[in-house]
């Protein structure tokens, strides 16, 4: 081919678009496509968790129900009666066993009973467990999972885990997969998701017996699982099988009605408020008195939450904490003004002192879910840093002072000069003079 000849093709080639090569932008859209296809295909859990997620903040319940009893009457049995799915929330196993070595159930089912066995949760924001556990469910006839010999061990109580004091055929004991254990906003959902199921099966709250998974670090949350139910296990204490006759798995914690903010109502929440008091024997509580009212200033400093938090250092302080607790109490010369730091109290003693709050004033934190606990007539002072604006999704003291019908304001930092290194925020003042004088107005009218 002659050099003219080729110049001819080289230059068809150009002009019908044989030769050239994609731009740099081209590409770049091809990757950017890509990356979407793969966040919104590949990730499986994506559309579950965002309609779950869209309900949670527009809608405040799936479906906008504003109840759960409906759980119990969207039923699901398999296996012979012995797994019971209540609303895709939570389920029931009985005469269920269980082994050290994995978290497998053993339940008493037929093969053909348990092909038939379909059952599926929702997901939360987070995804859920408990498809996974469905994953885990085993089929197998009573005595026949491990041989006549380890089910009489866990049976006359030879398990390191009696079997009499676990299991006792009167009692419930619901399993809970623990993921903020050292957070007292979501061990909260947990204990209210443990107290809802037995609530909702009609088992005595007294008696249920938790049995917790997951993370084994142990924090100063979990004495209180003990004195809010009856006895408290860990997974990993179980070194032989054990057969527990009744079994609930929780509602997901991230799941709990408490996280969805914009429902009106929240169930049993009167219950749940006299049910914990009741416990940690908290019953002495005082009628308002606006002549000596009682003021409580919750106090965020750095501690150590656990043995896995080395440094205990926590977001959103103040930095005039002094001056603010003055203000107040030149405003209020006859009230009891008090600056607390809950850490440094027994959970008893915060029931305590929150049940004979009027005013409970806190920057946005885990300690103000407490508002549960405040008497009927209490008001509620939420403060923002700039760092940390209002949001839908973020409103959990909001939504739990109208559960509650408290009186409720919130104050939004957005002056930056207000900010200090470490998470140090100043709080005019007068800024919290002007909103606990409107908080006072409302309850002492």
């Not at 599926?120 to 006549?148: C, Q």
């Not at 957070?183 to 249920?208: C, G, I, K, P, Q």
Request: glycine share 6%.
């Amino acid at each position: 081919m002659t050099s003219t000849q080729n110049k001819i093709g080289m230059s068809t080639r150009r002009k019908c678009g044989l030769h050239k090569r994609p731009s740099r932008y081209v590409l770049a859209l091809i990757a950017i496509l890509l990356l979407f296809l793969f966040i919104l295909f590949i990730q499986t859990s994506y559309y579950n968790t965002s309609k779950s997620e869209y309900y949670r903040t527009i809608h405040g319940y799936i479906g906008n129900e504003e109840n759960v009893i409906h759980w119990i009457d969207n039923k699901y049995t398999g296996c012979g009666g012995n797994f019971t799915g209540y609303g895709h929330m939570f389920a029931v196993l009985k005469n269920v066993t269980l082994t050290k070595d994995h978290l497998k159930f053993y339940v008493p089912c037929n093969r053909k009973e348990f092909l038939g066995l379909d059952y599926s949760f929702r997901y939360g924001k987070e995804g859920t467990h408990l498809n996974d556990w469905m994953k885990n469910v085993i089929p197998a006839e009573p005595r026949s999972y491990f041989g006549d010999g380890s089910i009489q061990q866990a049976r006359t109580g030879d398990s390191p885990i009696d079997y009499a004091r676990l299991s006792n055929r009167c009692k419930l004991v619901v399993i809970v997969q623990r993921y903020e254990f050292a957070n007292t906003y979501h061990t909260m959902t947990d204990w209210y998701n443990v107290f809802l199921v037995a609530t909702l099966l009609r088992e005595s709250t007294d008696d249920v017996q938790v049995l917790l998974v997951g993370n084994n670090i142990h924090g100063p949350l979990d004495a209180i699982w003990g004195s809010m139910f009856g006895k408290i296990f860990y997974t990993g204490e179980i070194t032989q099988p054990i057969i527990i006759p009744k079994l609930a798995w929780n509602i997901l914690g991230y799941e709990s009605p408490i996280n969805y903010l914009s429902r009106s109502t929240l169930p049993f929440v009167k219950e749940f408020n006299q049910f914990v008091l009741r416990r940690h024997g908290v019953t002495d509580t005082l009628p308002l008195n606006c002549d000596k009212l009682r003021i409580v200033f919750l106090l965020r400093r750095d501690y150590v939450t656990h043995a896995g938090n080395k440094k205990g250092t926590v977001s959103r302080k103040i930095k005039n904490e002094d001056e603010l607790l003055e203000a107040l109490r030149q405003d209020y010369p006859t009230a009891d003004v008090q600056g607390l730091q809950f850490d440094r109290f027994s959970f008893k003693e915060q029931l305590q002192f929150v049940a004979n709050t009027d005013i409970f004033i806190g920057m946005h934190g885990a300690g103000l879910v407490h508002a549960l606990f405040l008497p009927s007539h209490a008001a509620v002072l939420e403060l923002y840093p700039l760092y940390r604006i209002q949001s839908l999704g973020i409103m959990y003291f909001r939504a739990m002072a109208r559960w509650k019908k408290l009186k409720y304001t919130s104050w939004q930092n957005m002056n930056p000069n207000n900010e200090f290194p470490n998470d140090y925020t100043y709080i005019p003042p007068n800024v919290l003079q002007t909103n606990v004088r409107k908080l006072y107005k409302q309850i002492c009218p």
